[in-house]
Structures are given as C-alpha cells and as structure tokens.
C-alpha cells in the first residue's frame, strides 16, 4: 500500500510541475526609465507602471500580452509588431511618432497621443477617452476599431480603415 501511495503522490507532484511551468510568469517593471535600442524587445506577459521610454527605437517591438498603466514614450516606434496590449493612463510624446504600426488587439484607454502617423495596418484596436493632439496620418489601413470618446486633430485620419464604430468621435481635419 506504501508504495503505490508513494507513486500516486510522485506522479501527482510532477503533473502539478508541469502545469506550472505552463503558466506564463509576469514580470513587473515599476517605475522604471528605459532608453536605447529595444530595451523590452520580445517581452511577453508584462506590467509595466509609471516607466519613462526615453530616446531611443523600439522600446516594446514584437511584445505579447503587456499592460501599461501611467507611463510615457518619448522615443520612435513603441509598439510595432505587437499583441494583446492594454495601455491606461499613458502620454505617447511627439517623438513617439509612428508609433503603433502591424500590432493586433490593442486597447488604450485615458491617454493621450500627441505624435502623428499613430496606427498602421492594425487590427482591433479599441480607443476609449483618448485625445489625439496630432492625429495627422493616423488609423490607416487599419481593421475593427471601436472609438468611444475619442479627441482627433489632423489630416487624413483613418484613411482606408474598415470596420470602424465610433461614439463621440470629435474630429478636426479631414
């Protein structure tokens, strides 16, 4: 009896083991500054709080499954080739230009996107409570987007985007 018990829990431990290794582990940068060349490039399952994303390109390039809440970027390109993003409570700064381009399933919500050429060929991209300051060149060729009380100013906004629902869209420029 002592020894099949002693089996039953061997094999019990090694799949509880397994499962665990099976959960993605969150990594958690608070109050941080980053500058230079990718700093977080591929980062996966990651909340990112009050950090600064100084000069530099490509800070979050190819990253999964990230949560921002309160930070800004001041440097090119910040979320290019991206998945399941949810931004809160961000300042993306003028040099932050061309800054989320072929990312999929991206929410941004209370921030503000002050840099032009903002979204490009992306795909379900949901806006709420976001001020665009220079909405120039922004949402093109991008697919199923939601803007609930979004801010714009700029030209040619959402040109050639599909799938677009909006309330309370104010928009200046054409």
């Known amino acids: 009896m002592h020894w099949r018990l002693g089996n039953m829990l061997n094999a019990q ?5 397994i ?3 099976k959960q993605p582990i969150m990594v958690t940068y608070n109050n941080r500054f980053f500058h230079g060349e990718r700093p977080l490039f591929g980062q996966k399952h990651a909340t990112i709080i009050g ?13 999964r499954h990230i949560k921002l809440n309160q ?3 001041q440097c090119k390109y910040p979320l290019w080739f991206s998945q399941h993003i949810a931004v809160s409570n961000t300042i993306f700064e ?3 230009r061309s800054g989320i381009w072929y990312t999929v399933d991206i929410a941004i919500s209370d ?11 992306n795909q379900d991209i949901r806006l709420k409570n976001v001020h665009f300051s220079d909405a120039s060149e ?18 040619y906004f959402g040109m050639n985007s599909t799938n677009i629902v ?3 869209l104010d928009l200046i420029g054409d």
């Open 13 to 17: 431990y090694h799949f509880l083991e």
């Open 19 to 21: 499962q665990r290794k």
């Open 51 to 63: 950090t600064a994303f100084g000069k530099g390109e490509s800070p979050l390039k190819k990253c």
């Open 71 to 73: 930070s800004t970027f």
């Open 94 to 96: 003028t040099m932050a």
């Open 111 to 121: 921030s503000a996107i002050q840099a032009p050429k903002t979204f490009r060929r």
């Open 138 to 155: 922004s949402l093109w060729n991008c697919d199923h987007i939601s803007l609930d009380h979004v801010q714009a100013s700029g030209n």
């Open 166 to 168: 909006a309330d309370y």
